[in-house]
């Protein structure tokens, strides 16, 4: 897999990293706080672009479609930042603990690789593990 956490490289195989990432979606998308958080960002930002673009309509006259092409692409690219930064902690506990499940030894604070760790300590952040 390209991109991604870190901890995506770590699994064994790229299967066991698609299955994780296929578990991980199926289980945000069923929760309540996942369309409280796109929902809210959707309608905040849509009706604070279109007061500001009605204040701007008479300094720069714009077509509709623009004014329609700038609202959903702020909205849209700002949906995917909000729920990237919103989610992120999340998903990588979520595949540090797959990857423990797994037998590949990882601190669930750091991200760090302590196979062949035997202190019980991370050596990166000083968390137990």
């Given at each position: 897999m390209r991109g991604g956490p870190s901890e995506l490289k770590r699994f064994p195989e790229k299967k066991d990293a698609k299955e994780a990432v296929?578990?991980?979606w199926k289980q945000q998308v069923r929760t309540v706080s996942f369309w409280v958080v796109l929902i809210s960002y959707v309608a905040f930002v849509t009706l604070v672009l279109r007061g500001f673009l009605e204040l701007v309509r008479g300094w720069i006259p714009?077509?509709?479609a623009v004014h329609g092409g700038i609202i959903g692409g702020?909205?849209?690219?700002?949906?995917?930042?909000?729920?990237?930064?919103?989610?992120?902690?999340?998903f990588r506990y979520f595949l540090r603990?797959?990857?423990?499940?797994?037998?590949?030894?990882?601190?669930?604070?750091?991200?760090y690789d302590l196979t062949g760790n035997e202190s019980g300590v991370c050596p990166e952040c000083g968390s137990p593990s």
């Open positions: 296929q578990v991980w714009l077509p509709p702020i909205t849209g690219g700002g949906a995917v930042a909000i729920l990237q930064w919103y989610w992120r902690h999340r603990e797959r990857l423990n499940e797994m037998g590949v030894m990882t601190c669930m604070k750091c991200g």
